[in-house]
């Protein structure tokens, strides 16, 4: 550059970074005014106003360094018309900004619209501009502009052009530059006409009422548009409704000046956009949708196999039905392939193996995964019961814990306990207690009343009248009668004389041939027979 370098600087009020051409001594040429370029070219050239404080340009001339480098202008003189713009000048489209370190995206921004539509005086102008490449957001500006272009804004996030002119005006420059998200620049210069309207041109207008848009009719007088008269109800989507704007996703048609979606009202709330064929359009949420999974134009897919697809915060997912996985894991397929409930390589989820050989296990069942659990053919009493096949058939199930089943507990006997006999469990008692329903207690031997219990032990309290338990044991009761028993008369172990025999449990004197009784006594008897003296 003979002497000439490019230094960054930096626009607060546009966020932008900007080239500057700082140059030295006779490198950057003598004349201080420069030669002014032609207007109508990006491309840059010789720079007018290189060297030192160069004055204002010819109308549509730039000074190097705004949105690239190597452009035309003055160094730190004025550019456009009437010197509208000052500092640093506007740059052509030679170079690309990169900030020291930043990223730098393999498709720079580019603006790639080259024309604007002359605009007529008291007429609303729109113009989009368009870009390609660069990493969103994207942000617009105007640069540079003639001061007969005040009335044009530009929307800084759409890049949307728009104003009203008052006044007629040749073709004008207006510079426009825009940045990505890594900095990035770019720019155009544009010219724009101002014309009169001829007497008589008529163009359509809208009207906004309190409920509708009406389209009205601009007639041209004096070379002016009047303002905007009549109006009949717009059919136009763009301009519809009380506002006059756009029904943009709410509706597909405008009737009678308001947006429908179909033959319903506009869309609203959760379901805000409207979707589907001509006359069967519906309002939906395309959060949800999978019909209109985040536009009118996604649905999602749903043919893939074993997939229930839905659509969530507007972007399609595939997740696989249950019982279904895409195996081995990780892999992007359309469908779900795999059943994990039967696969024994893929039993439960993607990978699990069926082992063969575990603990107290004989090997695999067979199938080896069922229900999505791999099953083991285990020895004769042990169940796999937590499911983990690395310790293999790890219960025994013959304990009053586990009794044929996982976890089939038994219940115990009230003073007793409880045993599993092939599966079933059981109550049981020991010692000399017998079951009863659930309760362990002591039988009830011969010729007793009451018993007693100690433990598992039992003891005999009271005989049954004219029985007593002489022998101590509990089986057989209170086994000797002591009423008529002349070896236990009235008591075990006590014995009537030979000449005497046992009635009522006393020893008594018979009485009656050959016995009689002395004289001082009389013969008495039993109902049994049995004759005493008394």
């Not at 306990?417 to 009830?444: F, V, Y």
Request: glycine letters at 16%.
């Amino acid at each position: 550059m003979n002497g000439c370098r490019v230094q960054f600087a930096h626009r607060r009020h546009l966020n932008l970074v900007v080239f500057v051409l700082a140059c030295s001594g006779a490198a950057c040429g003598s004349d201080p005014k420069g030669a002014p370029g032609d207007g109508s070219s990006d491309t840059g050239g010789a720079p007018q106003g290189a060297g030192g404080a160069g004055a204002a340009g010819a109308s549509g001339n730039a000074g190097a360094g705004a949105f690239g480098g190597g452009g035309r202008g003055g160094g730190s003189g004025s550019s456009g018309v009437a010197g509208s713009i000052g500092g640093a000048g506007i740059g052509g489209r030679g170079g690309t900004a990169v900030p020291d370190g930043g990223p730098d995206s393999s498709v720079p921004p580019m603006i790639v619209t080259t024309t604007l539509a002359a605009a007529r005086v008291g007429l609303g102008y729109r113009q989009q501009l368009a870009v390609v490449g660069g990493r969103p957001p994207i942000t617009w500006a105007i640069v540079a502009r003639s001061t007969a272009l005040d009335w044009l804004r530009i929307d800084e996030e759409t890049g949307l052009l728009s104003g009203t002119p008052s006044l007629p005006s040749d073709p004008q420059s207006v510079r426009v530059g825009l940045q990505d998200a890594d900095l990035q620049t770019d720019s155009h210069t544009f010219t724009l006409a101002v014309s009169e309207c001829s007497a008589g041109e008529t163009a359509a207008c809208y009207l906004a009422s309190d409920t509708a848009c009406l389209v009205g009719l601009l007639v041209c007088s004096n070379g002016r548009f009047q303002p905007c008269s009549g109006g009949s109800p717009s059919t136009d989507v763009g301009h519809c409704s009380s506002g006059c704007g756009s029904c943009g996703t709410a509706g597909d048609r405008c009737t009678d000046g308001r947006c429908r979606c179909g033959a319903a009202n506009a869309c609203s709330a959760e379901k805000a956009t409207c979707c589907g064929p001509g006359g069967q359009s519906e309002c939906v949420n395309v959060k949800t949708d999978i019909r209109y999974c985040g536009s009118c134009a996604n649905p999602c897919d749903t043919d893939g196999p074993n997939v229930a697809a839905r659509c969530v915060d507007g972007a399609c997912d595939y997740p696989c039905a249950p019982g279904w996985g895409r195996c081995p894991a990780g892999i992007n397929t359309t469908g779900c392939d795999t059943s994990l409930l039967t696969d024994a390589t893929n039993c439960g989820g993607c990978g699990n193996i069926c082992p063969n050989v575990a603990p107290n296990a004989i090997g695999a069942a067979s199938p080896p995964c069922q229900a999505g659990r791999c099953q083991l053919e285990c020895r004769s009493g042990w169940f796999n019961c937590n499911g983990d096949n690395g310790d293999g058939c790890e219960v025994d199930v013959t304990t009053i814990q586990n009794c044929g089943a996982c976890g089939k507990a038994c219940p115990l006997a009230t003073n007793g306990s409880a045993r599993c006999n092939a599966g079933n469990c059981e109550m049981t008692c020991s010692g000399q207690l017998i079951l009863s329903g659930s309760i362990c207690t002591c039988p009830m031997p011969p010729h007793v009343t009451t018993v007693s219990r100690s433990g598992d032990q039992c003891a005999i309290s009271v005989c049954a009248t004219g029985w007593r338990d002489c022998n101590g044991k509990y089986d057989d009761g209170c086994e000797t009668e002591t009423l008529s028993n002349r070896s236990n008369c009235g008591s075990c172990g006590r014995s009537c004389p030979s000449d005497r025999y046992c009635s009522g449990g006393d020893c008594y004197q018979p009485c009656g041939p050959p016995y009689d009784c002395p004289s001082s006594q009389s013969c008495s008897c039993d109902q049994e027979g049995h004759c005493w003296c008394g």
